[in-house]
C-alpha cells in the first residue's frame, strides 16, 4: 500500500482551499482534498503531521503563511486552517469484520478504549488516557471511547446486534475516509446506517 498525505488549508466557509506545493513555502489555490498534481507536496504522516492543524493567512507572495496553531478558543475553526489529506497511490485496502471482533474482544473493560481503522484498513485500540487523539494521523475511522464490559471485551463481542451495528458503523466511516480522503473520521449515526451489502458494494466501487 502506497499513501501520501498533501497539506490542504480550507477557509471556514469551505468556499476556498489551497494547497502546500514541494518547495515547502508556496501554496496553490486548489479544490479541497483533490488529487495530487505536479508541484504538490507529498509528505509522510510525521512530516504531515508538523503541518496539521495550523491557522493560515493570505499572503501576496506565497499565497499562505502560517499564523499558528489554534488556540484555546478556536474549537470552531473560523478562518483558515490546514489539513491533512491522505491520498492513496495504490488500490484501498478493505477491513475485516474477524479483526473487528477480535480487536475488540482483548480490550479489556474499565480503560476507556478507542476503537479505530488505521490507514491500512487494520483494527486498533487506543487508551485515550494516555495517547492523543486529536490530530492523530494514525487515525482513519474512530468510533465513540468505550470503557464497560457491554461495549468492550468478550461480554461486547458475544451481543450480535451490537456487534453488527458497529461492523457497518465501520464499513459507513470507511467509505466516507475514502471519498474524502479526510483522517478521522467519525463513524455515522445509527439511524444513518446502510446495510452491510451496500456497504462493501460503495467501497468497491472506489478501486474503479
Given amino acids: 500500500m502506497k499513501t501520501a498525505f498533501s497539506i490542504d488549508a480550507l477557509d471556514a466557509a469551505g468556499s476556498h482551499a489551497w494547497r502546500l506545493q514541494g518547495d515547502m513555502q508556496h501554496w496553490r489555490e486548489c479544490i479541497y482534498a483533490e488529487a495530487l498534481q505536479d508541484g504538490d507536496a507529498r509528505l509522510g504522516a510525521s512530516e504531515a503531521g508538523k503541518f496539521n492543524g495550523h491557522r493560515m493567512k493570505p499572503d501576496r507572495e506565497l499565497g499562505l503563511v502560517m499564523r499558528g496553531r489554534p488556540g484555546t478558543f478556536d474549537f470552531l475553526m473560523r478562518g483558515i486552517f490546514t489539513h491533512a489529506i491522505l491520498h492513496r497511490l495504490t488500490t484501498?485496502?478493505?477491513?475485516?469484520?474477524?479483526?473487528?471482533?477480535?480487536?475488540?474482544?482483548?480490550?479489556?473493560?474499565?480503560?476507556?478504549?478507542?476503537?479505530?481503522l488505521d490507514q491500512a484498513a487494520h483494527f486498533r485500540r487506543l487508551d485515550?488516557?494516555?495517547?492523543?487523539?486529536i490530530g492523530n494521523l494514525a487515525i482513519a475511522v474512530r468510533g465513540e471511547i468505550a470503557s464497560s464490559a457491554a461495549y468492550v471485551g468478550p461480554e461486547a463481542v458475544a451481543n450480535e446486534t451490537l456487534m453488527d451495528r458497529t461492523w457497518r458503523q465501520f464499513l459507513g466511516?470507511?467509505?466516507?475516509?475514502?471519498?474524502?480522503?479526510?483522517?478521522?473520521?467519525?463513524?455515522?449515526?445509527?439511524?444513518?446506517?446502510?446495510?452491510?451489502?451496500?456497504y462493501l458494494a460503495l467501497i468497491h466501487k472506489q478501486h474503479s
Fill in 173 to 198: 466511516g470507511w467509505l466516507e475516509h475514502l471519498q474524502s480522503r479526510n483522517m478521522s473520521i467519525f463513524v455515522p449515526d445509527v439511524e444513518k446506517l446502510k446495510s452491510e451489502a451496500d
Fill in 128 to 133: 485515550s488516557s494516555r495517547e492523543p487523539i
Fill in 92 to 116: 484501498p485496502p478493505i477491513p475485516l469484520r474477524e479483526d473487528m471482533l477480535t480487536t475488540i474482544a482483548e480490550l479489556v473493560p474499565g480503560t476507556p478504549w478507542l476503537l479505530y
